[in-house]
Each structure stands twice: as structure tokens, then as C-alpha cells.
């Protein structure tokens, strides 16, 4: 499991995480973005190499990578204030907000997991699978559910935008209050990611002629339908103590799905709609 974790979050550091700051459609990004090899490739490294020191000090420079990314968020929300513009508290203000801070809480769960000690009461195991949890369901899914947010300007798509970055800080609360808060968390975040599912297919999907983007399109809103019911199986397993998938099947298949299916399709068919021209010739 430990391999095929580490395979999945290289895939957010390395891929999802440069190509939704890309798609943020937030020129102050662009920096950071160009940077950001520099802090995800010592972090993608610290991953495979014994705990100890050297691990740590390489995934302490993902964290100060992560840490400056994050500071563009209150940096950008008063900005806005100051500007009145977008306004600034719109939802999908506050799912790019929300996916630009959740990459710290990933970095400080691998500084500690790659350091060898517990953190806040955690165990290693938990501190490693929280590292591509946030990576995905924070980074990729706020950022994917406030661009579908853009797109479908309706109530459906409010609801997605401002769900999916409640259902992730519930979760997060969740992990220090008790697992029927973490429930709490699951149920709202699966409700956003099936809205955004469900908007992706219908608003953003039917309306493009390309089929390589519809596919890309229909394969995040199919994988989001699965995973997400594998997710609120586990964690209604761990507040009731009903039968759930264990650690490693949830690793297996909704780690797995999230990050290839979901997070992976999302990124590549988002810059497909957004830079139509990349690809036009090739398709006719």
C-alpha cells in the first residue's frame, strides 16, 4: 500500500498540483507555479528515502513550497476586498481560497510521517494516507468544484462551490473530534462532489464538441459517483462500527480512482476548455 501511496501523491505533487494553479485563472499564481518544481521535487524524493533526517529536511522544502502557496490566499482575499471585486467572498472565490491553503495541512502530515514521529496523536499510517487526501480532496476538488462553479453560475453550482470546502474542514475538524464528525464531513463533501459530478456531465460536458474532452469530462463525473459512495462507506463503518472497506482497499480504490479518474481527467479536460486551440487541428 505504502508504494502505491507514494506513487499517488507524486501525482499530486508533481501534476495536479502546477496544473490547477494553471487553471486558477490567477496571473499572481503564475510565479508560484513556475517555482513550484523546485519544492515538489525535493518533497516527491523525501517520499521513497528511509525516514530520518534527510526525508525530513526534503519534505520541510515541499512544506515551505506549500506554506508560500497558501499565503496568496488571505493575500488575494483582501486584495479583492480592497478592489470590491468578484466579490470577494463569491462561492467560487472560496473554493480556489479554499484549494490554495490545503496543501500545507498534506505538507505538515508528510514533515511529520517522513520524520517518524506521531502528530496531534496520529499515528504514521494516518499521517501518510493524509497527505494525498489533501491533496485531492482539498486541492483538486475545491479547485475543480469552484471551475465548474464558473461555468454552471446557478444554485446547483453555489451549492458544489461551498460544499466541497466545508466537507473538507469538517473533515479535518473530524479527525480531532471523533469519527461521527468526520461522517458529518464525508456526507457534505460527497453531496458537493456528486453536484459537481453531476454539473460537470450535464453544464460542462454536454456542451463541448471535442470527444477527447467529453470523455476526459465523463470519466471524472463516473469515477466521482463510485469513489464517493466508497468514502461515506468508510467512514459510516468507522463512527457506527458496521462493515467497511479497510485502509488498504480505500487506498486501492478510492485513492486510486480520485487521483487518476477524478483529479487526473479533471486537470487534463479543464485545460482542454480552456485552451481550445492546443488541440482543434489535431482533433479535426
Do not use: K
Amino acid at each position: 500500500m505504502s508504494v502505491l501511496i507514494d506513487l499517488i501523491v507524486m501525482l499530486g505533487m508533481l501534476v495536479v498540483v502546477p496544473a490547477g494553479l494553471r487553471l486558477a485563472g490567477a496571473p499572481e499564481l503564475d510565479r508560484m507555479r513556475r517555482l513550484w518544481p523546485l519544492f515538489a521535487v525535493p518533497g516527491a524524493v523525501a517520499l521513497w528515502l528511509p525516514r530520518g533526517l534527510p526525508a525530513t529536511a526534503l519534505a520541510a522544502c515541499y512544506a515551505l513550497g506549500a506554506v508560500l502557496l497558501a499565503l496568496h490566499a488571505p493575500l488575494r482575499l483582501l486584495r479583492n476586498l480592497a478592489a470590491s471585486r468578484i466579490p470577494a467572498v463569491a462561492p467560487a472565490e472560496i473554493a480556489l481560497l479554499t484549494a490554495l491553503v490545503t496543501p500545507p495541512v498534506a505538507a505538515t502530515a508528510l514533515v511529520a510521517e517522513r520524520s517518524g514521529h506521531p502528530l496531534f496523536g496520529f499515528g504514521l499510517g494516518i499521517l501518510a494516507l493524509t497527505v494525498p487526501h489533501f491533496h485531492f480532496a482539498g486541492f483538486a476538488a475545491a479547485l475543480v468544484a469552484g471551475l465548474v462553479s464558473r461555468v454552471a453560475d446557478s444554485t446547483a453550482g453555489r451549492f458544489a462551490a461551498l460544499s466541497v470546502p466545508l466537507g473538507t474542514l469538517l473533515v479535518l475538524i473530524g479527525y480531532f473530534i471523533g469519527d461521527w464528525a468526520e461522517l458529518a464531513g464525508a456526507v457534505v463533501l460527497t453531496a458537493g462532489m456528486w453536484t459537481v459530478a453531476l454539473l460537470t456531465w450535464r453544464s460542462v460536458r454536454g456542451g463541448q464538441q471535442d470527444r477527447i474532452t467529453r470523455l476526459l469530462l465523463a470519466t471524472s463525473s463516473a469515477v466521482l459517483a463510485v469513489t464517493m459512495v466508497l468514502a461515506l462507506s468508510w467512514a459510516l463503518g468507522e463512527a457506527t462500527g458496521l462493515p467497511h472497506p479497510t485502509l488498504t482497499w480505500m487506498a486501492a480504490t478510492h485513492g486510486l480512482g480520485n487521483a487518476l479518474g477524478f483529479a487526473l481527467c479533471s486537470v487534463l479536460a479543464w485545460h482542454r476548455l480552456q485552451n481550445p486551440t492546443d488541440h482543434e487541428g489535431r482533433t479535426v
